[in-house]
């Protein structure tokens, strides 16, 4: 298997770092177009790419294809958001004598991209949370350079992915080494201890995450590490909505959690339901489950993990298999059941990931108390409410709020959106920073703030110059101004 | 000496959670006027306060009057910041069947008060960085719950600070427990391990900074600790600079390191110029400094780190003392030289905080690059310029943006004015993180953002209900829409 070298590896990070150095300044629009040209190489490449991907994680094509065209999207609408100058946070306090506290200076505020970034991909997105996923485009539109950790699980897609990122990006003009590819476990301890790397981006397993956020943590110098480590995603179903839909709640439970073979960060593992029969239940949740299409987990040691997870729940006392998978290659979903009493008195039987098609129902009692059952929940990156529009679920909102990154309501939390409001985030375990790593709002986190005191307007940076040559939107003396309008 | 016990900490850290989750929700204007209450309180208070503080810290009344109305400032200011909704990042994405990557939901974001925060109060500055300082202000305006450990240097002044301020709250309706003060290492240590808290502020010494952050990064939840540990403060005057204006930069470097006696985070400790003879300018710095009220530093304690530093900086060989202080009980200052060579050498000197009425000059010889030497130096909350406007600097001030977080022009670092585009932060050891503890942009570290995603109308938080019920700015479908003018 390939594995990056050492010296390799550290004189990759030398050459990001020379490279960050030539970059740092160009326009947002030269960036632009270093992303843009990424996303037109990924684009002409993808046939090659999704086949690459296919044969290396089981995956299948269409879902492939739409997670391709994610992470294209997603190039060029960063691409946008820093000609735009969002990202910059761009503020100009003028001097002024009268202020409140005393004399200001005239003082002007925007952020700067933080230096060489490592990325670390995760096996279950090979294209939208790895090479060029969401930490990738982030850190490059915020002006860093970007060493990445490709997965082992799709090691070949990662090189060729890399390569042809590397080789746009060198026509478009950047400088050899603003994105290069490492492989292999020395590799990654190296991204996170070198003093060159200045911020982490990674998503994967809540042991490996926490271990290397406790590396960046404890460096001489620390860095952020902004790490996606998992959630298991609860599911609340208040008593209205449970006899008014409850068919079609359970079809959407059944394909939210085996989407992507319940391979997702968002998968729902957890339905807080009022059962009050099983024979039905197990009925409509078999019939809706019959008709998934299975495929190989995308690696034999996570099946070996999710075999794992789904027998300690499995064993736990109170818990009841309701819908038994199977064991073959490519497993069939299973539906476990347990009670709101369990749970309460066991509240750890919450936190156990079954990375794979498993989930875990938990039935309530009529009249019970969905607020209490919610806070015995840890750190999610999503909870999810199916109620009536006019219902009063407000202390179940609050709690759910206070625990997880992204509240859906009547929907399921499969598929993340890319977008400006994006929030793909939430309390520990879930991440370890209060940061999003999916839309425009992830790019901000590669970049830090600097105040200028009192420059002269040709020693400012354009975005801070009074005549505003960037033409982005900035907050003056307190008040926010438009940029003129962009021709196109 | 008071000291708060355990229980009576842990008491005030449940008081504190549960005041919280009472306040969480009250509308921006509701907040805004319970920050202005403990600000009219502060004002009306103001000679007793005054008058408790000179007494506990040695400093001057001018001085101490001058950082309680910057507090008073502070509190108004970011009133005014919570009711424009600034602090929310209130972003809403309406679906879009035809979004780019495929269809989008409705998706909607708002930045939520993080929980019970734990502060500690800087020494050196009782008002600005204490009690009611920057930290406990944007912990407040953010909906937080604060407990503040108050710093043994002006522990009289802390109790009664936090007094009138929760008399100031409680009278205006705050539920008890939002905040209120402990005294003692013992409530230090469980503010920075207790579960109920979800962030630190903490302004003070590097050593005992790292500590803290080193125990809030190992908990089994890890919490943000915004720590500003100190700073050097690099001044740099190019060859130009000093031919035209030696005397007024000299000048302006005597007043502003021996301001509050040099126990400034900002004091500027290392000035970079082109001494080429040291009669003159010894005697320049002489006169300027003859004149300087002194008084005793704020403690015993650190009076005697200070002389410590002093000798160990004094002791380095090829370091000379050019302008020699006293060890009277009221320290005159100190000015010690030496040259670009030897901290070229062993640059770990321009790592040696004098915290106190010291600095150090480093000549260098003509035709020296200074961003070399700007190149040795550690993170910096400041470092300054001083040059004519249209002398190229550019590598210079590449280099000093990459070290710090404020870059001065031809001004001095010391007074930090609270502002929408000030930032007081700057790369490791400086700080903990990429934030600012001073401005209104101090607010959001202690927010964390939460998506709602298709939610209906009546359900949605009013800060991103469609009918904009709080009349804040918002994002909305990328653009940014202005609220409707406020009435008064």
Known sequence: MTRTSADQTLEQLASAHSAFEKARSVTPSTRAAWLEAVAAALEEHGDELIHIAKRETHLEENRLGFELKRSIFQLRLFAEEIVRGENLDATIDHADPSWGMGPRPDIRRAKVPLGVVGVFGASNFPFAFSVMGGDTASALAAGCAVVHKIHD???????????IAMDALT?????????????????????????????IGFTGSTAGGRALFNKASARPTPIPFYGELGSINPVFVTEQAWAL?????????????????GQFCTKPGLLFAPV?????????????????????????????????????????????????????????????????????????????????????????????????LASLLDGQLTS??????????????????????????????????VSYAQHHG???????????????????????????????????????????????????????????????
Chains 1, 2 share one sequence.
């Open 153 to 163: 699980g799709h090691l070949e897609l990662g090189l060729r992915t890399g390569e």
């Open 171 to 199: 026509a478009a003009g950047a400088p050899v080494g603003l994105f290069s590819t490492v492989a292999g476990r020395q590799s990654a301890e190296l991204l996170v201890e070198h003093p060159l790397v200045k911020a």
């Open 245 to 261: 839909r409850k068919k079609e709640i359970l079809a959407g439970y059944a394909g939210s959690f085996t989407m992507g073979m």
């Open 276 to 372: 009050n029969e099983t024979a039905q239940f197990t009925q409509i949740l078999t019939t809706e489950l019959a008709g998934k299409q299975v495929a190989p987990l995308l690696s034999s040691r996570l099946r070996q993990g999710f075999d794992q997870a789904l027998a300690e729940v499995a064993a736990f006392e109170g818990v009841d298999v309701l819908v038994k998978g199977n064991e073959a290659e490519a497993p069939r979903p299973s539906v476990l059941i347990t009670t709101a009493d369990t749970v309460r008195e066991r509240p750890e039987l919450l936190e156990l990931e079954m990375f794979g098609p498993a989930t875990l129902v938990i039935g309530y009692a009529p009249g019970a108390n969905l607020s209490e």
């Open 384 to 417: 999810t409410v199916h109620a009536e529009p006019d219902e009063n679920v407000a202390d179940l909102l609050t709690v759910l709020q206070e625990k997880s990154g992204r509240v859906v309501w009547n929907a399921w939390p499969t598929g993340v959106t």
């Open 426 to 488: 939430g309390p520990y375990p879930a991440t370890t920073s209060n940061t999003t790593s999916v839309g425009t709002a992830a790019i901000s986190r590669f970049m830090r703030p600097v105040a200028f005191d009192s420059f002269p307007e040709a020693q400012l940076p354009p975005a801070l110059q009074d005549m505003n040559p960037w033409n982005i939107r900035r907050r003056v003396d307190g008040q926010w101004e438009e940029p003129s309008r962009r021709a196109g």
